[in-house]
């Protein structure tokens, strides 16, 4: 009796373990979660870092199918089934189990990020349908048209191409064909831009079934006009998805992410105001050490923006942009927090000051971000964050040795005097 | 003898040799690449160098397959030590080519060759496990791996010795695998031959 899972006739499901291995084998040696857990839009459109298993492992077991037909004459056998019938039974082994693959790679992402607010978006698990169903076809044309020990080496390292040669090409929207661009999405701040996935989808649904068209049963000849029908329709979708999605790409940038609509940004209403996204929140809040560091820091003067939002984007003069991820600890708190009052820019080249006046502004910008973080850590943690800027520590232990309000009238006027080419950077003084 | 040349496509092997050797040795430095997770250092950089060779080492596999009918296998004629020698001409009119392209570019020309030696090679040794017809699979299979594991972290980490085909020509330590291979798997091909196919 036949099993009901085909295990020994089907290839895909024996290939099933050796790449299941590989996503844990990679995932385990080479992926860092700390940057996507807590944003299910991060983890699933991050997992497409994976494609290049699961697609291999599409591609050569749709080979092997194709090289089984290949080798059973099916151009030259009468087969009263409907060709999509045919293909359906020959492929559905491939496209399942690498969507297998593919999913236990977003499980292998996902393992802090349960709990956590929020969905990933529909359309990134259909663009990577669409993308394993594009390579599974690319297999089978390779196994159906070439000879057999050619037909899965080709597959395989086709596959392969495909996804890192796009990856390397500067033309932006190509790389949204392969799709594996996607994983450069996001940080909790951005927003998967619905181009990138639609593109994929597109080009990979209408290109898969362009090449499957291109495979089709009949041998075309001229002298029967409609056996050309199949060819012309499978070069006319292939040129047609391609210019599509290329179109629906063309705003794309490196990333596919744009900033975040503001509307989820929930605020309190403390002073300063404090404004996050869900997914901040739902474990440890970052709002107490921020407003603690804030009020550390009005204690002594420093002006601190009335309005206090998780972003990426440049801080304004009421509104303070703080770079936070879900999960984050204290000391980091502090330290994108600190950081935020320098941007948007750490420090303006000054036209014509020559190399000595950027070093002291850049001294100077080192100096205030130590002196921030360690003025605002105090009661939050024992041991301020260590910085990006070590040349900034020394000046700033000599900063703390003056009374506050020298402290902060050397601060006032730094601070200014690194964007503003008119003043001149101090060091501080002496007590 | 003629006939033997046809059922080789000697002469196409030939050609692939010429362009794949033209294509590898001169675009070789040439790479790609996989993104990792959030902008960080991609991974996965494969040269060219290392890609194309497998175009020549897959066409050799391919007309060797074809070429090993029931009726070659019963031939009088010394089958193994002809079958070694089409695919070690191979090698050498790819190295014919390639080397003298030195004078034009530094990078490619050896690395081109040594990585067809070693792709040949690991033919050769597993053929009688995967006979003619499934050789082919294992250098594309080696790259792979190679090419995802074989780097310490970081797009220009430093490359194990085990993933010679990604590797420079720089170091000796990069020709230990694929000559072993080389000496090994001719060994291997000289004496026990590809396996058969169940039903060929």
């Given at each position: 009796?036949r099993?009901i899972?085909?295990?020994r006739?089907?290839?895909?499901?024996?290939?099933?373990?050796?790449?299941?291995?590989?996503?844990?084998?990679?995932?385990v040696?080479?992926?860092?979660?700390t940057?996507?857990?807590?944003y299910?839009?991060?983890v699933?459109?991050?997992?497409?870092?994976?494609?290049f298993?699961?697609?291999?492992?599409?591609?050569?077991s749709?080979a092997?199918e194709?090289?089984?037909?290949?080798?059973?004459?099916?151009r030259?056998?009468g087969?009263s089934?409907?060709?999509?019938?045919v293909?359906?039974v020959?492929l559905?082994p491939?496209?399942?189990?690498a969507?297998i693959?593919?999913g236990?790679?977003?499980?292998?992402?996902?393992?802090d990020?349960?709990?956590?607010?929020g969905?990933?978006?529909?359309?990134?698990p259909?663009?990577?349908?669409a993308?394993i169903?594009?390579h599974?076809?690319i297999?089978?044309?390779?196994g159906?048209?070439l000879?057999?020990?050619?037909g899965?080496?080709?597959?395989?390292?086709?596959?392969?191409s495909w996804?890192?040669?796009?990856?390397?090409?500067?033309?932006?929207?190509l790389?949204?064909?392969?799709?594996l661009?996607?994983s450069?999405?996001c940080?909790v701040?951005?927003q998967?831009?619905h181009?990138a996935t639609?593109?994929?989808?597109?080009?990979?649904l209408?290109?898969?079934?362009?090449?499957?068209?291109l495979?089709?049963?009949?041998?075309?000849?001229?002298?029967?006009p409609?056996?050309?029908?199949?060819?012309?329709?499978?070069v006319?979708?292939?040129?047609?998805?391609?210019?599509?999605g290329?179109?629906?790409?063309?705003?794309?940038?490196?990333?596919p992410?744009?900033?975040?609509d503001q509307?989820?940004?929930?605020?309190?209403?403390g002073?300063?105001?404090?404004?996050?996204?869900p997914e901040?929140?739902?474990?440890?809040d970052?709002?107490?050490?921020?407003?603690?560091?804030a009020?550390?820091l009005?204690?002594?003067g420093?002006?601190v923006?009335?309005?206090?939002?998780?972003s990426?984007?440049?801080?304004t003069?009421?509104?303070?942009?703080?770079?936070?991820?879900?999960?984050?600890?204290?000391?980091?708190?502090?330290?994108?927090?600190s950081?935020?009052?320098?941007q948007?820019r750490?420090?303006?080249n000054?036209p014509?000051?020559?190399?000595a006046?950027?070093k002291?502004?850049?001294l100077?910008?080192?100096?205030?971000?130590?002196?921030?973080i360690?003025?605002s850590?105090?009661?939050i943690v024992?041991?301020?964050?260590s910085?990006?800027y070590?040349?900034g520590a020394?000046?700033?232990?000599?900063?703390?040795?003056?009374?506050?309000a020298?402290?902060?009238?050397?601060?006032?006027?730094n601070?200014?005097?690194?964007?503003?080419?008119?003043?001149?950077?101090?060091?501080?003084p002496?007590? | 003898m003629?006939?033997?040349?046809?059922?080789?496509?000697?002469?196409?092997?030939a050609?692939?040799c010429?362009i794949g050797s033209?294509?590898?040795?001169?675009l070789?430095?040439?790479?790609?690449l996989?993104p990792?997770l959030?902008g960080?250092s991609p991974?996965?950089?494969v040269?060219?160098?290392?890609?194309?060779?497998?175009a020549?080492?897959?066409?050799?596999s391919?007309?060797?397959?074809?070429a090993?009918?029931?009726?070659y296998?019963?031939?009088a004629?010394?089958?193994?030590r002809?079958?070694?020698?089409?695919?070690?001409?191979?090698?050498?009119?790819?190295?014919?080519?390639?080397?003298?392209?030195?004078?034009l570019?530094?990078?490619?020309?050896?690395?081109?060759?040594?990585?067809l030696i070693?792709?040949?090679?690991?033919?050769?040794l597993?053929?009688?496990?995967?006979s003619?017809?499934?050789?082919a699979?294992?250098?594309v299979l080696?790259?792979?791996?190679s090419?995802?594991?074989g780097?310490?972290?970081g797009a220009?980490?430093?490359?194990g010795?085990?993933a010679?085909?990604?590797?420079p020509?720089?170091e000796?330590?990069f020709?230990?695998?694929p000559?072993?291979?080389g000496?090994?798997?001719?060994a291997?091909a000289?004496?026990r031959?590809p396996a058969?196919?169940?039903?060929?």
């Open positions: 009796m099993p899972i085909p295990w006739s089907r290839s895909a499901f024996l290939l099933f373990f050796p790449a299941a291995a590989f996503v844990v084998l990679y995932g040696s080479y992926v860092d979660l940057t996507i857990s807590g299910w839009t991060a699933g459109a991050g997992s497409a870092i994976f494609l298993i699961s697609c291999a492992l599409a591609s050569v749709g092997i194709g090289a089984r037909a290949r080798r059973g004459k099916l030259r056998i087969v089934r409907p060709y999509t019938h293909l359906f020959q559905w491939s496209v399942l189990v969507g693959v593919q236990l790679a977003f499980l292998m992402l996902a393992q990020t349960w709990g956590a607010p969905g990933v978006p529909i359309l990134v259909v663009a990577f349908a993308i169903f594009f599974t076809a297999g089978y044309a390779l159906r048209l000879p057999l020990p050619a899965i080496p080709v597959a395989l390292l086709l596959s392969y996804l890192g040669f796009t990856w390397s090409v500067n033309y932006f929207p790389r949204y064909l392969a799709g661009a996607l450069g999405c940080r701040d951005a998967l831009d181009h639609l593109a994929a989808l597109v080009f990979n209408g290109a898969g079934i362009a090449v499957l068209l495979t089709a049963m009949t041998l075309p000849r001229l002298t029967r409609i056996t050309l029908l199949a060819p012309v329709a499978g006319g979708l292939l040129a047609v998805s391609a210019v599509v290329l179109t629906v790409a063309q705003s794309l940038g490196p990333y992410s744009q900033p975040r509307a989820q940004l929930q605020c309190d209403d002073q300063p105001s404090i404004c996050l996204y901040l929140d739902y474990r440890n970052p709002a107490v050490t921020i407003r603690q560091a009020a550390n009005e204690n002594i420093v002006p923006p009335p309005r206090i939002i998780a990426g984007q440049a801080s003069p009421d509104t303070l942009s703080v770079a936070l991820r879900p999960m984050m600890s204290p000391s980091a708190i502090i330290y994108s927090f950081t935020a009052f320098l948007p750490l420090v303006n000054c014509g000051t020559g190399n006046d950027l002291a502004r850049t100077a910008a080192a100096t205030i971000i130590n002196w921030l360690i003025r850590s105090a009661g024992d041991q301020p964050p910085t990006r070590p040349e020394a000046p700033a232990q000599q900063l703390l040795t003056l009374s506050d020298a402290q902060l009238d050397w601060y006032t006027h601070l200014a005097a690194l964007t503003d080419c008119s003043l001149t950077p101090t060091s501080p002496s007590s | 003629t006939w033997w040349l046809r059922t080789h496509r000697v002469f196409w092997l050609a692939a010429v033209l294509a590898s040795s001169l070789g430095t040439a790479s790609f996989f990792s959030e960080g991974f996965g950089s040269p060219l160098f290392a890609v194309l060779p497998l020549i080492s897959i066409t050799l391919t007309f060797l397959a074809e090993d009918q029931p009726i296998r019963s031939v004629r010394a089958r193994l002809y079958d070694w020698t089409l695919s070690a001409a191979a090698v050498a009119v790819t190295a014919v080519v390639s080397l003298p392209l030195l004078a570019t530094l990078h490619g020309p050896v690395e081109t060759v040594r990585n070693g792709f040949v090679g690991l033919q050769w597993l053929a009688p496990l995967l003619y017809r499934y050789q699979a294992a250098p080696y790259v792979f791996i090419a995802v594991f780097r310490a972290a220009q980490g430093t490359v010795a085990w010679w085909p990604l590797a020509s720089s000796a330590s020709w230990i695998l000559s072993l291979l000496v090994v798997g001719s291997v000289l004496t031959g058969a196919l169940r039903s060929a």
